[in-house]
T-cell receptor
Framework: SAVISQKPSRDICQRGTSLTIQCQVD?????MFWYRQQPGQSLTLIAT?????????ESGFVIDKFPISRPNLTFSTLTVSNMSPEDSSIYLC??????????FGEGSWLTVV | KQEVTQIPAALSVPEGENLVLNCSFT??????LQWFRQDPGKGLTSLLL?????REQTSGRLNASLDKSSGRSTLYIAASQPGDSATYLC????????????FGKGTRLSVIA
């Protein structure tokens, strides 16, 4: 199985600020995925991050708001920029691991005040 | 476009009961189907992965079945316990493993002692 560590696990952020979430995997993976889960909702894919290329964003998500870095095969960051209360969500990193199983990190729970 | 539906949205059962959670998907050309568990404010824990060539998978008190032709999967939980209380999410991958999951909205299970 893949072990995924996310930081921070929780944070309370001021409106208008930006926060970077880190995702570290214990093995090399080709693709990493970033999801958002708003309160009471299921998961929505933000973007797919490949090492060495620009991230691919889903409809409704843009690079200026959610810039992503993928400097190597075990690490990625997602930044939530110019935050508003609507950005209060759990942000989750995931990868495809052994046996084609999808694994998730514990999530980063952001509250914007 | 693949859509995943989970029924019921919420379920409350007394401890010890056997129960079934349902998942349906609109495009039968799936690669994998995976069941997850999510505790409040936490990330996702993978429970069972069923590949498209398989009909079921078992882990402990959990059994997941897959009927691709009818677009259905079920998660059977035997002898439910209060610790099983969580939201159960069904997700499918419609092509290769390096494409993101499509999630249902989940079934919120409460097991009453």
């Amino acid at each position: 199985s893949a072990v995924i560590s996310q930081k921070p696990s929780r944070d309370i952020c001021q409106r208008g600020t930006s926060l970077t979430i880190q995702c570290q995997v214990d093995s090399q993976v080709t693709m990493m995925f970033w999801y958002r889960q708003q309160p009471g909702q299921s998961l929505t894919l933000i973007a797919t991050a490949n090492q060495g290329s620009e991230a691919t964003y889903e409809s409704g998500f843009v690079i200026d708001k959610f810039p992503i870095s993928r400097p190597n095969l075990t690490f990625s960051t997602l930044t939530v920029s110019n935050m508003s209360p609507e950005d209060s969500s759990i942000y989750l990193c995931s990868v495809a691991g052994e046996g084609n199983t999808i694994y998730f990190g514990e999530g980063s729970w952001l509250t914007v005040v | 476009k693949q859509e995943v539906t989970q029924i019921p949205a919420a379920l409350s059962v007394p401890e010890g009961e056997n129960l079934v959670l349902n998942c349906s998907f609109t495009d039968s050309a799936i690669y994998n189907l995976q069941w997850f568990r999510q505790d409040p404010g936490k990330g996702l824990t993978s429970l069972l992965l069923i590949q498209s060539s398989q009909r079921e998978q078992t882990s402990g008190r959990l059994n997941a079945s897959l009927d691709k032709s009818s677009g259905r999967s079920t998660l059977y939980i035997a002898a439910s316990q209060p610790g099983d209380s969580a939201t159960y999410l069904c997700a499918v991958i419609t092509s290769r493993v390096d494409t993101p999951l499509v999630f249902g909205k989940g079934t919120r299970l409460s097991v009453i002692a």
